[in-house]
């Protein structure tokens, strides 16, 4: 949003001042959250620094005069029927020069008719994957070029300039715009990092386009309202990132080939440029799922794409599929376990992600699994039958993200007949076509667990255990032996993308399809099986396991991509193996081990797993992908995944569990305690700063004075040890108060419950006097008992609603907490759902943001435009946010407060308090 905001401030100054804004910046050692595959906590804070300086003149980001003309003719955001996004449409002649086929001027590489990996009949399919013990200049260009060109290929699938703007329906990841300009964007910071690059391309566009998004919830949905560059302008930077790719390619030291090949390893400053190709692999296929969920009319198929698999043009019946005729029955088929060794060799020659090396023997028991992945025309089955209304097929979090998005059927089914006739078509990358009900079905882990269920409860498991699905040790028992991590380990070219590209992965007794060998998925017994039987053990589609994404024994971070995978060792990814048939690179090997949260989609698939053992899964936190959050604040891992019982309250960093931050807030909420042992919260002396006292007692006295519309119930947010909530149930007939800190919980319950409290007054040093926490006067024990505590997080304020634990609210105070918050805005966000109208929010805050609490990233203010060089300041911010949230300013002043430190030191605060009424 800062963005948001500095965008629409430098194209407005740019009007008024001149055509092009100048920007400098340091790139810092941070890639996407987005790929992962994934990518996006939520944008997360950066990392260490690259290069110290950049001598060169920055490059001028272009802001025409276009540009500024369609940002000052829209209406202000929340006051016109369009929607924030559309701000960027129509600046220029981008719509018609992206409307229908590509023309030449689009390819800022090679074209796909002259890039390696083209066939005889124009078709670009993706190169094996490279040996690095024997690169050349002329190799690494090679794929290079089919990694680039292949991933604008993706992008000439986009009809017009409308979805390269327009965010995705579930509003978890960025709108393509970012996509098309992140992947060149890395390359340049990475080559950066790595030394290979002494300067940006564009640092105004290796800022904005650098980080991705890995949404921890289903129901946060507050980017991608910001003014992006054009579609013309990003490709004029694709063009100069390519121009510069190529040249370090061709002449940069470490890769001079004059007496042979070269090694590249992951000590080599070329590890960086082949990070690159295969961080552009991944969002190769993970945007080809956004263009999945486009609609049809705003995407086309691109002309040199793969064809997708003949079985694509069969009409088949759109409702009541037949076993046997229109989808094979799957048998379960009995396995015999065995050790698993995980891991892939430090020296092994292509590129690996940080999560790939290390190592971990899986004993794996005797289990059964079906013959191939679970078909659309078994999943119509439990569509038909009320899967999606059973909530006792679901589990909590999967059935939440259900009734959240409303779903009914898979995403990729489209309704083809009357409500309640289950008639479905299905929807591919680009087109509509009739329901290959014989093709694996595309659905998140939740759908695939609630399905486990089902045909549990339906039919009943072979096993003493319900159907569940595969784990990733499992997963390796079932591959075709030719290929699997023993063989590769052995010969290289055992791992297949080492040796075939797309043009000839589906042939011979092993082939698949991956590899961009087909432009589709394809029907499950197509391929021959493996030799337990298995069909498509990779390729077609991924498999979701219930591993949580893990680190390997020995698992170190790579300095270039430092943050690729520990943040998402965090119990809320799910593990998913095999590839699909989009899957290209590293993404295709063996050792590839790849993740998504259990609500996104991806061309991801299961098959039914039973046995009478416990699953050989290796999971980070009790449970499994339901009450993640409770799970995962309970307990942290260490690098081999076991799980360690963390002291001290739900984050061991939490400086707010302290003893000492327990006695500090018990005295800034209860001043009048310490009276009967004679200890006075400020020492006396002249010009005692008195006024600064009974501060909560004051915050929650305003709300009052502002005159809410009505006074059944308050909220408290970050109530801390519970001081506003007791003034506050004063006035109002219920009172909420609820905090991250349990330790503050535990202390404003026994508060309310009238229990002797006794804390710690620091006197000197380590001196200190232990006094008793009494009330202010009028605290009855009838006010006490109208106020409830519990724990809870103001980032979640729509998840605690539809959880139950919040209702909504005629008075709500949040007294020094915004600039404590991990993520402001989506606190923000929720308050728009839990405010009556007529209702107010006192919110105080000093603005004293700390990259401690919150990354930089999510100010909402106290840094300067990166465009205009102007100050964004947090008032101004907060002003604006809270006004597009329909909430009206009526009051502001300043409010000191006073914290004791010791008897002779005292924190003396001066918070801005502002209060707003929610419009009718």
């Not at 600046?91 to 800022?108: C, E, H, I, Q, S």
């Not at 086309?300 to 079985?311: D, L, V, Y």
């Not at 909420?669 to 501060?695: K, N, Q, T």
């Not at 006073?898 to 209060?915: D, F, L, M, P």
Request: glycine residues 8%; negative net charge; aromatic residues 10%.
């Amino acid at each position: 949003l800062h963005l948001t905001r500095a965008l629409r401030s430098s194209a407005r100054s740019v009007a008024r001042k001149r055509p092009f804004a100048q920007s400098s910046t340091t790139v810092s050692n941070v890639g996407c959250r987005s790929c992962g595959i994934p990518a996006f906590t939520i944008v997360r804070s950066k990392a260490t620094a690259a290069a110290a300086s950049i001598d060169d003149p920055v490059v001028d980001v272009d802001r025409n005069e276009g540009h500024a003309a369609a940002l000052d003719s829209r209406s202000p955001l929340g006051k016109s029927h369009e929607e924030a996004w559309m701000i960027n449409l129509g600046r220029g002649n981008d719509n018609a020069w992206l409307t229908g086929p590509r023309n030449d001027d689009w390819w800022t590489g090679l074209k796909p008719s002259q890039c390696p990996g083209v066939d005889d009949n124009g078709v670009l399919r993706s190169l094996p994957l490279p040996n690095l013990s024997a690169v050349t200049r002329q190799s690494a260009k090679e794929y290079f070029d089919n990694s680039w060109t292949l991933y604008e290929m993706l992008f000439a699938g986009l009809n017009g300039e409308e979805y390269f703007y327009r965010p995705p329906v579930h509003g978890l990841r960025h709108p393509q715009i970012f996509y098309y300009g992140h992947t060149p964007c890395l390359y340049v910071n990475k080559l950066r990092v790595a030394g290979v690059l002494p300067k940006p391309v564009n640092a105004y566009f290796e800022s904005i386009f650098e980080v991705g998004v890995d949404e921890m919830l289903w129901d946060d949905m507050h980017k991608n309202d910001m003014v992006w560059p054009t579609v013309s302008e990003v490709t004029e930077y694709r063009r100069r990132v390519y121009e510069r790719v190529v040249d370090a390619i061709m002449s940069h030291p470490s890769l001079d080939d004059s007496n042979g090949p070269v090694t590249v390893n992951q000590d080599h400053p070329m590890w960086a440029l082949f990070m690159g190709f295969e961080h552009e692999r991944i969002h190769f296929e993970t945007s080809s799922v956004l263009f999945r969920e486009a609609p049809q009319h705003l995407v086309q198929t691109p002309t040199n794409w793969a064809p997708m698999h003949p079985s694509a043009s069969k009409k088949t019946p759109t409702s009541q599929p037949r076993e046997g005729k229109d989808f094979p029955s799957n048998r379960m088929i009995p396995v015999f376990g065995g050790d698993v060794d995980l891991g892939k060799p430090a020296d092994f020659p292509s590129y690996g992600w940080d999560n790939e090396y290390g190592e971990r023997n899986v004993p794996v028991p005797n289990f059964q699994a079906s013959e191939h992945m679970i078909t659309n025309g078994e999943y119509w089955q439990f569509v038909k039958e009320g899967g999606y209304r059973n909530k006792e097929y679901w589990c909590g979090d999967g059935w939440a993200w259900r009734t959240h998005r409303n779903l009914k059927w898979p995403f990729f089914w489209e309704a083809a007949g009357p409500a309640g006739s289950h008639e479905y078509n299905l929807r591919t990358i680009f087109k509509t076509i009739s329901m290959p009900w014989d093709w694996p079905v595309d659905v998140t882990y939740y759908e695939a667990k609630a399905f486990c269920r089902w045909k549990t409860e339906k039919e009943g498991s072979p096993t003493s255990k319900p159907f569940r699905v595969l784990t990733e040790a499992e997963h390796h028992v079932i591959r075709h032996q030719e290929h699997n991590l023993e063989a590769a380990r052995e010969v290289v070219e055992a791992d297949r993308v080492m040796s075939r590209g797309g043009d000839e992965f589906a042939e011979g007794r092993t082939g698949s399809n991956m590899n961009m060998a087909y432009g589709s998925q394809n029907p499950v017994d197509t391929f021959a099986p493996s030799q337990t039987g298995h069909r498509d053990t990779t390729g077609n589609a991924w498999e979701w396991t219930e591993d949580h994404f893990n680190p390997l024994k020995g698992f170190e971070v790579h300095h270039v991509y430092d943050d690729f995978s520990s943040p998402c060792f965090d119990g809320k990814h799910s593990m998913i193996v095999g590839g699909s048939f989009i899957s290209t690179g590293d993404e295709a090997s063996v050792f590839a081990r790849f993740h998504f949260r259990p609500h996104f989609l991806q061309h991801s698939g299961f098959r039914l797993v039973a046995s009478d053992d416990d699953a050989p899964a290796t999971h980070l936190y009790p449970g499994n992908f339901d009450g993640q959050v409770a799970a995962r604040d309970a307990a942290k891992t260490d690098n081999e995944g076991e799980p360690k019982e963390e002291m001290g309250g739900s984050d061991g960093g939490n400086v707010y569990e302290t003893d000492e931050s327990l006695n500090m807030y018990l005295g800034l909420h209860y001043p009048s305690s310490g009276s009967d042992e004679g200890v006075s919260p400020i020492i006396s002396h002249s010009s005692a700063p008195s006024h600064g006292l009974r501060f909560p007692q004051r915050v929650a006295q305003l709300l009052v004075d502002m005159k809410p519309e009505a006074t059944k119930s308050a909220l408290d947010i970050g109530c801390a040890v519970g001081g506003a909530s007791f003034e506050l149930a004063k006035t109002f007939d219920t009172v909420d108060g609820f905090d991250f800190s349990q330790s503050f919980v535990d202390a404003a319950n026994r508060m309310k419950a009238g229990n002797e409290t006794k804390f710690r007054v620091p006197v000197e040093a380590d001196i200190f006097e232990e006094v008793r926490a009494i009330h202010d006067d009028g605290v009855t024990e009838e006010i006490r008992n109208k106020v409830n505590f519990f724990q809870g997080d103001a980032v979640q304020l729509g998840q605690m609603q539809n959880e139950g634990r919040l209702r909504t609210y005629d008075g709500v105070v949040m007294s020094n907490l915004l600039c404590r918050l991990p993520d402001p805005l989506t606190c923000l966000n929720g308050l728009m759902r839990i405010v009556n109208k007529g209702g107010v929010v006192v919110m105080v805050t000093p603005f004293s943001w700390l990259e401690e609490f919150t990354p930089r990233s999510k100010w909402l203010g106290g840094f300067y435009d990166p465009v205009s060089k102007e100050p964004i300041r947090s008032k101004d911010a907060l002003h604006e946010i809270m006004e597009e949230r329909d909430f009206q300013k009526i009051h502001e002043e300043e409010i000191p407060l006073v914290i004791r430190e010791h008897q002779r030191k005292y924190q003396y605060i001066v918070s801005e308090a502002t209060c707003w009424r929610k419009k009718d």
